[in-house]
């Protein structure tokens, strides 16, 4: 099963999907300023096992923006709709960087819709990145400040960048609330600091944590071998 298309929101917006394979349903979450195109590499792995469900978050990709704000309760409520509309009820989640933070978002307003939970590099505070990421961050949203300010055009440019220099709405009780199976797995050289990753998964209730050495934040798409053979394993119910 290929398909592919839109569903639009309550608001206007347009929430781009694809959907192929069969079985048990995964969704697949990108981070800040990408698209489902970054999980490339984990199609061919995943695909003979799962029925994989890609989305492009509201002002991402091919999905427009019919708001004035972007968190990630919104684009949870965009997840939940988009899931409906294919009949989903029940998912696992894949989330990287901000599609991580969104994973537990949604987790945490629909957790009888989450089967298992994968979290690569999520953080629940900026303060959990490393100096070096602040840097590139502040600097970044720097600029789509200014933009904005030109022009209405970078609105969502702006709101992207926003969201990468503010804490997620996501609380450490709604973590210890969780109770799928989840999985945090990250790069030892990530952007987010180790110690903010352990304590991510010490927040969820019965998580696993793995490391893999000499990665950074892009894991997924580094050493997609591993990444999707731990994350397969996970999801499979194997050890």
Same mark, same amino acid.
């Given at each position: 099963?290929k398909?592919?298309?839109?569903f639009?929101?309550?608001?206007?917006?347009?929430?781009?999907?694809?959907?192929?394979?069969?079985?048990?349903?995964?969704?697949?979450?990108?981070?800040?300023?990408?698209?489902?195109?970054?999980?490339?590499n984990?199609?061919?792995?995943?695909?003979?096992?799962?029925?994989?469900i890609?989305?492009?978050?509201?002002?991402?990709?091919?999905?427009?923006?019919?708001?004035?704000?972007?968190?990630?309760?919104?684009?949870?409520?965009d997840?939940?709709?988009?899931?409906?509309?294919?009949?989903?009820?029940?998912?696992?989640?894949?989330?990287?960087?901000?599609?991580?933070?969104?994973?537990?978002?949604? @987790? +945490? /307003?629909? $957790? #009888?819709?989450v089967?298992?939970? *994968?979290?690569?590099? &999520?953080?629940?505070s900026?303060?959990?990145?490393?100096?070096?990421?602040?840097?590139?961050?502040?600097l970044?949203?720097?600029?789509?400040?200014?933009?904005?300010?030109?022009?209405?055009?970078f609105?969502?440019?702006?709101?992207?960048?926003?969201?990468?220099?503010?804490?997620?709405?996501?609380?450490?009780?709604?973590?210890?609330?969780?109770?799928?199976?989840?999985?945090?797995?990250?790069?030892?050289?990530?952007?987010?600091?180790t110690?903010?990753?352990?304590?991510? @998964? +010490? /927040?969820? $209730? #019965?998580?696993?944590?793995v490391? *893999?050495?000499?990665? &950074?934040?892009?894991?997924a798409?580094?050493?997609?071998?591993?990444?999707?053979?731990?994350?397969i394993?996970?999801?499979?119910?194997?050890?």
């Amino acid at each position: 099963m290929k398909d592919s298309g839109y569903f639009t929101m309550t608001d206007g917006t347009d929430i781009f999907y694809r959907r192929m394979g069969a079985g048990e349903p995964v969704l697949f979450l990108h981070g800040n300023g990408g698209s489902s195109r970054f999980f490339k590499n984990q199609v061919p792995s995943f695909e003979p096992y799962f029925q994989l469900i890609f989305l492009d978050s509201r002002a991402h990709g091919r999905s427009t923006n019919g708001g004035e704000v972007l968190n990630f309760r919104l684009m949870a409520k965009d997840t939940k709709e988009a899931l409906d509309a294919l009949g989903i009820e029940k998912t696992s989640i894949v989330g990287f960087s901000d599609g991580a933070n969104l994973a537990m978002a949604f @987790a +945490s /307003l629909y $957790p #009888h819709a989450v089967n298992k939970l *994968v979290l690569n590099s &999520g953080n629940l505070s900026f303060g959990g990145t490393k100096l070096s990421g602040r840097i590139t961050s502040y600097l970044q949203y720097a600029g789509a400040y200014a933009l904005n300010a030109l022009s209405q055009r970078f609105k969502d440019v702006h709101l992207k960048a926003k969201l990468l220099v503010k804490d997620p709405d996501i609380s450490e009780d709604d973590l210890r609330r969780l109770r799928c199976p989840s999985l945090v797995i990250v790069g030892a050289r990530d952007v987010v600091e180790t110690a903010h990753s352990k304590y991510i @998964a +010490s /927040l969820i $209730p #019965h998580c696993r944590y793995v490391e *893999v050495p000499d990665h &950074g934040h892009r894991l997924a798409r580094t050493n997609a071998k591993a990444f999707n053979e731990i994350v397969i394993n996970f999801l499979k119910g194997a050890s």
